[in-house]
């Protein structure tokens, strides 16, 4: 069976057509990105981007020093477009909590807006009657819409309680609940007295 030419040729043709299923003409006709050069179609200089719920409330905000639009198709949008973020700066707001802040030194947004992935000095913090809750880790996906925060990387969290370290979080920031997922280890410390 397998060493008549026919079965070969349809075999590699069948190969080909799954490979390619996912490209339209003009991405096959396009150089790979590695080998093209790499230029923002559109860029903003100390941009400010504001999130407002159906009822009008402001849900985050976001500030950035720079950040860069990349289309993978120059002529229309696609799946594969995104944006690089220098510095960002977000503020998610919660219905009855205090304000999450959350930094980096870096941002990566999909096509849609939808997700953020922070990386180089990630911090996420809020400030409450009880004290300060600071959470670090070298990476971070960001659901802003949702107010939602997840990553598997290392984690360390500190409050005025002690500090825990693990791999991998989940945080519904707007409900202020925080998951720690695996290898977690915390140092409890009491109150000072008076």
């Known amino acids: 069976?397998?060493?008549?030419?026919?079965?070969?040729?349809?075999?590699?043709?069948?190969?080909?057509?799954?490979?390619?299923?996912?490209?339209?003409?003009?991405?096959l006709?396009?150089?790979p990105p590695e080998a093209?050069?790499?230029?923002?179609?559109?860029f903003m200089v100390?941009?400010?981007?504001?999130?407002?719920?159906?009822?009008?409330?402001?849900?985050?905000?976001?500030?950035?020093?720079?950040?860069d639009h990349f289309q993978h198709l120059p002529n229309r949008s696609s799946p594969r477009d995104y944006s690089?973020?220098?510095?960002?700066?977000?503020?998610?707001?919660g219905e009855d909590t205090p304000p999450w802040q959350l930094t980096a030194r870096l941002?990566?947004?999909?096509?849609?807006?939808?997700?953020?992935?922070f990386t180089g000095e990630v911090r996420?913090?809020?400030?409450?009657?009880?004290?300060?809750?600071?959470?670090?880790?070298?990476?971070?996906?960001?659901?802003?819409?949702?107010q939602f925060a997840q990553t598997d990387k290392a984690v360390t969290m500190r409050s005025p309680q002690g500090r825990h370290d693990a791999v991998g979080m989940r945080a519904d920031l707007a409900e202020d609940q925080i998951e720690l997922l695996s290898e977690v280890r915390g140092t409890y410390e009491p109150p000072q007295g008076n």
Do not use: C
């Not at 079965?7 to 190969?15: P, V």
């Not at 600071?134 to 996906?141: D, G, N, S, Y």
């Open 1 to 27: 069976m397998w060493k008549h030419p026919l079965t070969w040729i349809g075999l590699f043709l069948l190969i080909a057509l799954v490979a390619v299923w996912d490209y339209s003409p003009e991405d």
């Open 29 to 31: 006709l396009r150089a």
């Open 36 to 42: 093209q050069t790499r230029f923002p179609q559109a």
């Open 46 to 67: 100390s941009s400010e981007t504001r999130r407002y719920d159906p009822e009008g409330e402001l849900q985050y905000r976001m500030l950035s020093e720079r950040a």
């Open 84 to 93: 690089l973020i220098q510095a960002p700066d977000v503020t998610v707001f």
């Open 107 to 117: 941002g990566r947004s999909d096509a849609t807006g939808e997700t953020l992935v």
């Open 124 to 146: 996420a913090w809020q400030q409450s009657a009880n004290g300060a809750m600071e959470i670090t880790t070298p990476e971070l996906q960001v659901e802003p819409n949702r």
